[in-house]
């Protein structure tokens, strides 16, 4: 089994910063691209940014600038810095990454389950 656990969320005021961590763990080959996602409230799922294995990136334009996504592919680990947060960044930020696992030996997208950002005064 692939598990990926996010943490970091919680409650900021508007302007500040969190750093949010996902950790991969289990039955793991390989990871290849792996992404933070979020969903706010009556929202679909949208991508927040994304890295690769080898380590481009790209970000939704609602948040360049402000987002940095950063991994450590020895440690199976991925980080989300936000700065300048926003009321509208406010959302259950979710995991993924494409898996390539001994159990089965085939490539799959994992997700954790998230973790919850407020952004408010």
């Known amino acids: 089994q692939v598990q990926l656990v996010e943490s970091g969320g919680g409650l900021v005021q508007p302007g500040g910063s969190l750093r949010l961590s996902c950790a991969a763990s289990?039955?793991?080959?390989?990871?290849?691209?792996m992404g933070w996602y979020r969903q706010a409230p009556g929202k679909e799922r949208e991508l927040v940014a994304a890295i690769t294995r080898g380590g481009s990136t790209n970000y939704a334009d609602s948040v360049k600038g402000r987002f940095t996504i950063s991994r450590d592919n020895a440690k199976n680990t991925m980080s989300l810095q936000m700065n300048n947060l926003k009321p509208e960044d406010t959302a259950v930020y979710y995991c993924e990454g494409s898996v390539l696992s001994s159990t089965y030996f085939q490539w799959a997208d994992y997700w954790g389950k998230g973790t919850l950002v407020t952004v408010s005064s």
């Open positions: 289990g039955s793991i080959i390989r990871i290849n691209a």
